[in-house]
Structure formats: C-alpha cells, structure tokens
C-alpha cells in the first residue's frame, strides 16, 4: 500500500475563491474542499489543485529575473488557439505572443493572479510503418 495516495499542486494568492473560480471554469471542474484559507479543485480530467491564502502573496513575474518563476502547471490541450481564448476570457493573459521552439506546440499564459502556466498540444502519434 502507497504511503502517499495522491499530490495536489498548490498555488498561494491572496484571494483562492475568486481564483478558484477561474480555474474551475478552465478544468472543468468543481470544488471538493474548502475552508477558510483554501481552496481545492479536481478537474474532469482528474487534475487536482489547490489555491491557498497568503495575503503576502505576490505574483510571479517571469520571464524578469526578480520574483521569477516559482513554479508552474502545464494544460495539455487539443486545440491551442480555443484553449488560449478560454483563458482570456476567464481573466487570464498570454505571456508570449509566439510558440516555443521544440518537438511540442505550446503557448505560456498567467491566471488572473500572475501565476504562470502552460497550454500544450501534443503531437499526434506518426502511425507505425510497416
């Protein structure tokens, strides 16, 4: 029997319920646990986060080096350009207006509190030859 059953992603704010909001509506989510300090989401697909009170909190602000990157979520997505819309219209930015160079189609964006993540689309899978 595992010792740890599952991990949950926590993002501090200074308010998780108007947050929260944002990211039930981009997971498709609800709400399975809330208190005071915080709030946690599990997503249809099973993803679960959690959005935590810290009235300190201060956004990140990658890519500047000051208060970089703390940590981040990626979003695997069929469809980039639907997903980036969604995003916006939830209160959400892109951060970079072209896609990263690599083997995946990816686009980096930042919820209504400054935390950044990404959208990703996987590549199809080449059908086997032969």
Not at 47 to 54: E, N, P, Y
Not at 93 to 108: D, H, T
């Amino acid at each position: 029997m595992a010792l740890v059953e599952a991990g949950v992603v926590v993002l501090d704010c200074a308010e998780p319920e108007q947050l929260a909001e944002f990211y039930k509506a981009l997971l498709d989510g609800e709400e399975t646990y809330v208190n005071a300090n915080r709030v946690e989401i599990t997503g249809a697909g099973g993803t679960r986060l959690a959005l935590r009170r810290d009235v300190n909190a201060t956004p990140p602000s990658w890519p500047r080096p000051e208060n970089s990157l703390q940590a981040h979520l990626d979003f695997v997505v069929t469809d980039l350009d639907e997903a980036e819309r969604r995003v916006v219209s939830l209160g959400g930015r892109p951060l970079e207006a072209k896609s990263a160079p690599g083997p995946y189609e990816e686009r980096a964006c930042s919820d209504p509190a400054g935390h950044s993540f990404t959208l990703r689309k996987v590549p199809a899978p080449a059908p086997k030859q032969g």
